[in-house]
């Protein structure tokens, strides 16, 4: 079964970091593209960033309203796609998802306020 | 960055009415591979979004033939016939041919 759980969400002040982790199991890890997509309280659903696989060259994209800021990483021998988040702005406030593309993750909320 | 366009923004169908959402793109979404990467989402009231169709038209797993996806290159549309309250809630599409991906407003269906 495919599983994904996100962790490391919480309360973060404004200009502050915090660290996503997606911890997957139920799948060949290494083989897949990973996402993180985010969704603000009440709003439609925004895409975040993107990672590819070792095939090809774990290249890295991102929404234009994070580039710069938020950095996706992962660690294949743990299963394991994180979601560094600096400087940190409260409109970065929302649910934040991990996904394969075809399964989701549960979701962990941010929330950004002093 | 592509703007996919939803229509309409919100949908009152009754049960086992049919229903028709409109995505509209600001570029076609054919890939240079030739394939099209524009998906069909549904999140429930509280609950993660879920796959309904990939690639234009391809049901995933375990969804029901009452959804089905059309289109080409810049127009796209989901159907749901039928419909269940099981099937109320947002229904997104997002692209993946370009880079930064980005997904449509969202339709709300719900019942009349």
């Known amino acids: 079964e495919v599983k994904l759980e996100e962790s490391g969400g919480g309360l973060v002040q404004p200009g502050m970091s915090v660290k996503l982790s997606c911890t997957t199991s139920?799948?060949?890890?290494?083989?897949?593209?990973m996402e993180w997509v985010r969704q603000a309280p009440g709003k439609g659903l925004e895409w975040v960033a993107e990672?590819?696989?070792?095939?090809?060259?774990?290249?890295?994209y991102y929404g234009k309203s994070v580039k710069g800021r938020f950095t996706i990483s992962r660690d294949d021998s743990k299963s394991i796609v994180y979601l560094q988040m600096n400087s940190i702005r409260s409109e970065d406030t929302g649910i934040y998802y991990c996904?394969?593309?075809?399964?989701w993750g549960q979701g962990v909320m941010v929330t950004v306020s002093s | 960055d592509v703007v996919l366009t939803q229509t309409p923004v919100s949908l009152l169908i009754s049960l086992g009415g049919q229903a028709s959402i409109s995505c509209r793109s600001s570029?076609?979404?054919?890939?240079?591979?030739?394939?099209?990467?524009l998906h069909w989402y549904l999140q429930k009231p509280g609950q993660s979004p879920q796959l309904l169709i990939y690639?234009?038209?391809n049901r995933f797993s375990g969804i029901p033939d009452r959804f089905s996806g059309s289109g080409s290159g810049t127009d796209f549309t989901l159907k749901i016939s039928r419909v269940e309250p099981e099937d109320l809630g947002v229904y997104y599409c997002l692209q993946r041919t370009h880079n930064p991906y980005t997904f449509g407003a969202g339709t709300k269906l719900e019942l009349k």
């Open positions: 996904t394969r593309g075809d399964y």
């Open positions: 570029q076609s979404l054919v890939h240079s591979n030739g394939n099209t990467y």
């Open positions: 690639q234009v038209s």
């Open positions: 990672i590819r696989n070792k095939a090809n060259n774990y290249a890295t």
């Open positions: 139920g799948f060949t890890f290494s083989d897949y593209w």
